[in-house]
């Protein structure tokens, strides 16, 4: 009776594995399908779906759901739109593109270049290059930030020394004008002095840092 119960419980065993690895076969077959017969972001399930059905290794997925096989779709395009802004990305890194560049001179320069080519609209073209500058200018704030924690003039004490002497506040200025981190964020010099304003009152709040701690002797 217990050899029985084992010998069930490993067919039932087996049978799950081969279930699992039938199903592995079926996604690695539909997902070599989408790689070769869909190679634009830009196409709905809808408009795919008629050609990858005449296609006959679309039969070997037919474990899969309705759903599956969309949602294994909607996974293929999001790796598609992603290479195609990887690429684009690209080219724009390639440019000499400031935080100021307009969207106008920037297309003159990639008009011709295959990564801008492959996208189907310039409306889309210019979404991503928005995109991409925003993403610089995070960047950038990132960088200012770094700068004003390296600065060995800004202590906990230069937010009240600049209400008291405003003078001070262009000191710091002076210094932090020799630096490219400080220049990238020229034409949202408002918001720059408001993220230095910020910093110098954070830092005020935290009050002095903490002593060395003192090296453990052997």
């Given at each position: 009776m217990e050899v029985?119960?084992?010998l069930a419980s490993q067919m039932r065993y087996l049978d799950k594995e081969r279930e699992i690895h039938k199903r592995d076969e079926a996604i690695r077959h539909f997902n070599a399908l989408l790689a070769d017969l869909v190679r634009s972001a830009d196409v709905t399930w809808k408009e795919s779906k008629k050609a990858l059905k005449k296609d006959s290794r679309?039969?070997?997925?037919?474990?899969?759901s309705r759903e599956e096989k969309e949602n294994l779709f909607e996974e293929h395009i999001n790796l598609l739109s992603k290479k195609k802004r990887d690429k684009f990305r690209e080219m724009l890194d390639e440019q000499q593109i400031t935080l100021t560049s307009s969207w106008k001179e920037v297309k003159k320069l990639i008009r011709d270049d295959p990564r801008y080519l492959k996208y189907n609209s310039s409306e889309k073209?210019?979404?991503e290059f928005r995109d991409y500058l925003k993403d610089k200018t995070l960047l950038a704030k990132a960088s200012f930030r770094e700068l004003l924690s390296e600065t060995k003039l800004i202590t906990h004490k230069s937010f009240e020394m600049v209400k008291e002497n405003p003078n001070h506040l262009k000191e710091i200025e002076e210094?932090?004008?020799n630096d490219k981190r400080y220049l990238d964020l020229e034409h949202i010099h408002h918001e720059r002095s408001s993220m230095l304003n910020n910093y110098l009152e954070d830092l005020m709040k935290r009050g002095p840092p903490p002593p060395p701690t003192a090296t453990n002797r052997n």
């Open positions: 029985q119960k084992a679309y039969d070997l997925a037919e474990m899969l073209c210019e979404r210094i932090l004008k």
